[in-house]
Nanobody
Framework: QVHLAESGGGSVQAGGSLRLSCAAS????????MGWFRQAPGNEREGVAA?????????YYADSVKGRFTLSQDNAKNTLYLEMNSLKPEDTAMYYC?????????????????????WGQGTQVTVSS
């Protein structure tokens, strides 16, 4: 069982920045594809970014956040970070951390919420214009 706890959400004006954190409690942290999803009211949950915690491989980003968001991790702390810059009102959503035990993150499946077994409770990000 993997427990994920997000933090770092809040309210900012357009153009501002936030850093989300996802602390994972897992003995085998290095064996997961982990990512961030977001869901705005009335919308489906969409993949934002993902990477494999074992290092190597690709870091995947949704087209809508490329160049603005950066995914990183601190293996010593079992923590995944999402640095969000140049925020836009359309980035407003509940952001969720997710994990799937896997040997790698698949470029075809990383955005599929159904493929992730573990989820955090979410943290709200609100961007005002």
């Amino acid at each position: 069982q993997v427990h994920l706890a997000e933090s770092g959400g809040g309210s900012v004006q357009a153009g501002g920045s936030l850093r989300l954190s996802c602390a994972a409690s897992a003995y085998t942290y290095s064996r997961y594809c982990m990512g961030w999803f977001r869901q705005a009211p009335g919308n489906e949950r969409e993949g934002v970014a993902a990477m494999h915690t074992g290092g190597g491989g690709f870091t995947y980003y949704a087209d809508s956040v490329k160049g603005r968001f950066t995914l990183s991790q601190d293996n010593a702390k079992n923590t995944l970070y999402l640095e969000m810059n140049s925020l836009k009102p359309e980035d407003t959503a509940m952001y969720y951390c997710a994990a799937e035990k896997a040997a790698y993150c698949s470029d075809r499946r990383w955005k599929s919420a159904a493929d992730y077994n573990y989820w955090g409770q979410g943290t709200q990000v609100t961007v005002s214009s």
